[in-house]
């Protein structure tokens, strides 16, 4: 079976901090991708990647950065923390770009 | 971009009732999935069905890529299929899903 961790379940910060989730995936697929899920907004993609070293922008990057150094590792950075990025983020991979995704359990991130 | 759009938003039903929740979709797709999250907010993949009909034991999906829309079957429902079922398209953009709630 494909799995998907993330670093941490539940997360509370304080504004202004630098925050790191972890995702990993242990079945060598190509593609990965983080979300965002908020109540009433469903799930947003913020930023995805096709290869080690490669990333692209999703819907709703602003704020947030990436980092693919090896292919199982994809990490979500967020450079200083705001209040409005309180929300459940949630991690997946795929092998083909538009294949069958695979997420991870999410981490609930609360920022103060 | 493209517009998901998800019915009936809540749902409701007795154990051992069918179900059918529809997904609509505003321009042609090469990648539909539906997902089941859990209560405990994990999600995961039911189907991966672009086009076609596909049945895993008492769920089956149908899209109809030509008029743009793909219905999910929930037959003799059980508590634990309780949760919210969302459908997402291309890379992917999901729908705000709907909240299924089976009654005992």
């Known amino acids: 079976d494909v799995k998907v961790t993330q670093s941490s379940r539940y997360l509370v910060k304080r504004t202004g901090e630098k925050v790191f989730l972890e995702c990993v995936q242990d079945?060598?697929?190509?593609?990965m991708f983080w979300y965002r899920q908020d109540p009433g907004l469903g799930l947003r993609l913020i930023y995805f990647?096709?290869?080690?070293?490669?990333?692209e922008k999703g819907d709703i990057p602003e704020g947030y950065s990436v980092s693919r150094e090896k292919k199982e590792r994809f990490s979500l950075i967020l450079e200083s923390a705001s209040t409005n990025q309180t929300s459940m983020y949630l991690c997946?991979?795929?092998?083909?770009?538009?294949?069958?995704?695979?997420f991870g359990p999410g981490t609930r991130l609360t920022v103060l | 971009g493209i517009q998901v759009e998800q019915s009936p938003p809540d749902l409701i039903l007795q154990e051992g009732a069918n179900s059918t929740l529809r997904c609509n979709f505003s321009?042609?797709?090469?990648?539909l999935q539906w997902f089941h999250q859990n209560p405990w907010g994990q999600l995961i993949n039911l189907f991966y069905i672009p086009s076609g009909t596909k049945q895993n034991g008492r769920l089956s999906a149908t899209t109809v890529a030509t008029e743009r829309y793909s219905l999910l079957y929930i037959s003799s429902s059980q508590t634990t299929d309780s949760g919210v079922y969302f459908c997402?398209?291309?890379?992917?953009?999901f729908g705000t899903g709907t909240r299924l709630t089976i009654i005992p």
């Open positions: 997402a398209v291309e890379k992917l953009t």
């Open positions: 990647s096709y290869d080690v070293k490669m990333k």
């Open positions: 997946a991979s795929s092998f083909n770009f538009r294949g069958e995704q695979f």
């Open positions: 321009d042609s797709v090469n990648n």
């Open positions: 079945m060598d697929h190509e593609n």
